[in-house]
Structures are given as structure tokens and as C-alpha cells.
């Protein structure tokens, strides 16, 4: 085991068969830590801690790797040591494993209920620093068809385009979809602009027969789904014209 007094040093003065990157091309990536992996991606410390140790102290801070992985990028510029280069270099790591991960599920993905929504939503939008617009595209059997964000930036200055929503839906022959945004001030209570938008978006997908199923709003500890909350059923009656019925198809809460 290296003594402590090695561990501050610099990678490079270390032994050339104890050096993380050497030995994660001998002997594969399955035979490093996750601080090592951590190392090879932010290359350098800083004085008095090697790479590798700040590598752990990440994963101290924040409890674990999936933890890290999933923190908004504010919260990595913090830590001590993580700036420029050796942040964008993880951050990008992290979100190519993101999306690596998310196309997987998506190609098997079925979204069946609310929490279900609610539950793969609140993994692409918590923690993040700006607003972010995402669709939902499901077929008739509620195959994820496609996961699209339509919108990002300031509170102030996010609006979806609603036209843009409903080509693309066309584009990926989706029969329904859920909107989604989160709030980075950490509450998920909807906003009145938020309801106008739902309201506005189910007026343009209903004479194209494309079904909005739910609006998720993600906070911080919290979601909040227009579906389960009734709010999508009035908003629905609101867009009916005189002797229209409501379209029946729904997510269940289950």
C-alpha cells in the first residue's frame, strides 16, 4: 500500500506500475478504484494532493459515484481543486455516461404511469442550474419513442416553442407525449405561465390527435404531475368546443 506521504505527490513520481493510467491499459478499468477512474479524467491535483486523493475527496463530498454523477455542475466548480479544464473534462465524462445510460433504457423503455414519468423525469432534470423544456414521445403502447430537449436557459427566458413540439412529434409518428421542465429554485409548484403553456400545448396537439398525457414539473425534493393533481383534466375541458368529448387516454398513477 502507498504511504501517505506518496499520496500527496505528484502521480507522475509514483512507481510507473502503481500510476493509474498504466495500469488501467495493463490490466483494464475493472481493475482501478472509482477514485483512480476519477484520476485519469481530472489528470492533475493540486499542491499537496494527488489526483487520486482528490478523486476520494469527490467521492467523500458527495457520497458516491452515482451521487457525483448526478450533481449539478455548480456543485462540482466548488470543490476545491476542480476548476477549468480538469471540471469540463469531468463533467463531459460524466454526461457521455449519462447519455450512454439514458439511450439504453429509452430503446426499452415503456412509460405506463405517472410515476413512472415522474421517476425517469426527475433523473434528466434535478439539480440543474438553468430551466430545462424536455418532450416525451410515446406510441400507442407507451414505447418511449424519443426524449427531446425543446428548451433550456433563464427562468425568464425559457418558452418552448410550441410548433417545434408538435413537428417533432410528427417526425417520430408519436401518438402522445408528456411535457416536462424543472424549476431550479427548487420548488415544483406550477407557476401560472406554467399552466397557460399546458393549456396552449394541448389546444395545438389535440387537432393532430396527439394526446398530452401529463406535465411533470421537477424540483428539488419534490414533483409535481399536472395529470395527478387534476389540473390536466380542467386544462383539457377549457380547450373543448361545444359538443367535443374529451380524448380517454390517460397514464394510470401506478
Known amino acids: 500500500m502507498r504511504s501517505i506521504r506518496t499520496e500527496t505527490k505528484g502521480i507522475a513520481s509514483w512507481p510507473e506500475e502503481e500510476r493509474p493510467r498504466e495500469r488501467l491499459l495493463r490490466l483494464g478499468p475493472q481493475a482501478l478504484t472509482d477514485a483512480e477512474l476519477i484520476a485519469i479524467l481530472i489528470r492533475i491535483g493540486f499542491k499537496g494532493t494527488s489526483a487520486v486523493e482528490l478523486g476520494r475527496q469527490l467521492l467523500q463530498q458527495f457520497g458516491s459515484l452515482r451521487a457525483m454523477v448526478e450533481a449539478p455542475v455548480l456543485a462540482l466548480l466548488e470543490v476545491k481543486g476542480l476548476k477549468g479544464a480538469k471540471a469540463a473534462q469531468l463533467v463531459a465524462a460524466m454526461e457521455i455516461a449519462r447519455r450512454v445510460s439514458a439511450s439504453r433504457r429509452q430503446s426499452q423503455l415503456q412509460i405506463k404511469s405517472t410515476r ?139
Not at 150 to 176: D, F, H, K, M, Y
Not at 203 to 221: Q, S, T
Request: glycine residues 6%; charged residues 25%; aromatic residues 4%.
Open 116 to 254: 413512472a414519468a415522474a421517476e425517469y423525469l426527475r433523473i434528466r432534470l434535478r439539480g440543474l442550474s438553468e430551466e430545462h423544456f424536455r418532450v416525451l414521445y410515446l406510441n400507442r403502447r407507451n414505447k418511449l419513442l424519443d426524449d427531446a430537449l425543446i428548451a433550456q436557459g433563464t427562468v425568464e427566458s425559457v418558452r418552448p416553442p410550441l410548433r417545434t413540439i408538435v413537428a417533432r412529434a410528427l417526425q417520430v409518428n408519436a401518438c402522445a407525449l408528456i411535457a416536462a421542465h424543472n424549476h431550479p429554485s427548487g420548488a415544483a409548484e406550477p407557476s401560472e405561465s406554467d399552466r397557460l403553456l399546458t393549456l396552449d400545448l394541448i389546444a395545438a396537439a389535440r387537432p393532430l390527435g396527439l394526446k398530452v398525457l401529463d406535465h411533470v414539473i421537477v424540483g428539488e425534493e419534490a414533483t409535481y404531475s399536472f395529470a395527478d393533481s387534476g389540473l390536466l383534466d380542467e386544462l383539457e375541458l377549457e380547450c373543448l368546443a361545444p359538443g367535443q368529448t374529451n380524448q380517454s387516454r390517460k397514464l394510470t398513477r401506478e
